[in-house]
């Protein structure tokens, strides 16, 4: 019996561009700080969420020899420099998993196989995976593993259109028996510019939609956001006070608070 009830939750959108990486890398920081221990992984072969907490990208080191056969996924799971982060990091093979998946007989299986591996120790509150921005077989493995979905949507035209993408293939994986939970857990809106009308237009539409499903805290359009990847370091720890931190902060509590209901 696991010490800790750990829920996976998957952040996707199969638009790239979206803030989907930089929500799960600035979530589990967030996180962190209300002492919240959570498991990133990578799954998108960008790699991108690996280098957005301090580390490089290293030949062997990701679930592709896991999912392969060729190593544990117990030492895949790498430190962060961050305390309550831990990550099992992406590279560039991993755009190779989608073909070692397609040969499993239960290939949308596979991922969960692993997770669960990592469930059983008991050590995280959360995993939380960023998928890759593609609807491909390392997408749907991912979300048939996760209990939730985080989407992220940029407050742009044409936002709706990949929501809706994501809600069908949600209702598949739910209706075929593969995930019969899966739910999108929320929906964060992000890149809000609130010097122009259409981000408030694009906000109000999503929340006329999919009411409570959107969360009350909204990302906006900030520098600092945009500078941190570049040093491998979250907003949250990059600049403390800046209004992206002062967001994802907010966002983590509206995350846990609707947890604990």
Known sequence: MSERNTRVIAVANQKGGVGKTTTVVNLAAALSLLDKTVLVIDLDPQANATSGLGLEQKKGVSLYPVITGKADVADIIQPTPYDNINIIPSELDLAGAEIEIAREDNHLAVVRREIDRVLTAGVFDYVIMDC????????????????????????????????????????????????PDLHIEGIVMTMFDARTRLSADVV???????????????????????????????????DPHCRGTIAYKVLAEEFVEKHEK
């Not at 979300?143 to 293939?169: K, N, P, R, W």
């Not at 109000?204 to 499903?213: A, I, K, Q, T």
């Not at 906006?220 to 949250?236: L, T």
């Open 132 to 179: 890759p921005p593609s609807i491909g077989i390392l997408m749907t493995s991912s979300l048939a593993a996760a209990d939730s979905i985080i989407v992220t949507m940029q407050c742009e035209y044409y936002a709706m259109e990949g929501l809706s993408v994501i809600t069908h293939l949600v209702e598949q994986l739910r209706e075929s028996g593969v995930n």
């Open 204 to 238: 109000s539409e999503v929340r006329e939609h999919f009411g409570d499903l959107v969360y009350d805290t909204i990302i906006p359009r900030n520098v600092r956001i945009s500078e941190a990847p570049s040093f491998g370091e979250p907003v949250v720890f990059y």
